[in-house]
């Protein structure tokens, strides 16, 4: 039985490691916190490998063990944080940075980074993960009217905080994330 636990989980990691540490690597300050993440994240879905659900849902539960484990990730950065006024410079630096110096794009970060956490992971979700109504739903433990529901909502204030920014906002393309 020990055998068969292993190797679904070892099948598991294998089908799933890269997405979760992109999920990771995308919501993290730094590669180091992505790894420690993801690591958390794998040490739970091994201590509960007879809870693993069939293949097609692996990933949305791992999305969703990794979501629980970035939020107590923040919460202890925000611990951090208080006590060092270095690593907000650092972040700040983080989101300001603009591939080939545009303008537009440093003006795009910024106004995401100014969303409220969760409209920035369910945009997140949607445009990185490529999740869908009913996936999203199983992530955020929540019905798929819920999810439609907030999803309009935070393309809403996306498109409002873009506008600010100065950014030239399409609604296609913002209903598009």
């Known amino acids: 039985m020990d055998d068969d636990r292993r190797r679904r ?9 890269e997405p979760i540490l992109g999920y990771a690597m995308r919501r993290c300050a730094s590669p180091e ?3 420690d993440v ?4 794998f040490a739970i879905a091994w201590r509960r490998v007879d809870a693993l659900p069939p293949d097609a849902e692996v990933r949305l539960w791992l999305y969703g063990i990794a979501r629980n484990v970035l939020a107590n990730h923040r ?23 603009s591939p080939e110096g545009s303008v537009e794009l440093g003006a795009i970060a910024q106004a995401f980074k100014e969303l409220h956490e969760d409209d920035r992971e369910l945009l997140s979700l949607v445009a990185w ?4 109504h009913a996936q999203l739903a199983k992530v955020l433990d929540c019905s ?22 100065g950014v030239s906002v399409n609604r296609l393309s913002v209903e598009s994330i």
């Open 9 to 17: 989980f070892e099948a598991v990691y294998a089908q799933t490691y």
């Open 33 to 35: 916190d992505a790894a």
């Open 38 to 41: 993801v690591a958390e994240t």
């Open 75 to 97: 919460r202890g950065r925000v611990r951090r944080q208080s006590r060092s006024v270095r690593l907000d410079a650092d972040l700040a630096d983080l989101y300001a940075y």
């Open 129 to 132: 993960e490529g999740l869908d």
């Open 144 to 165: 798929r009217n819920a999810v439609r529901i907030r999803l309009h909502r935070a393309r809403k204030r996306f498109a409002k905080a873009l506008a600010g920014a």
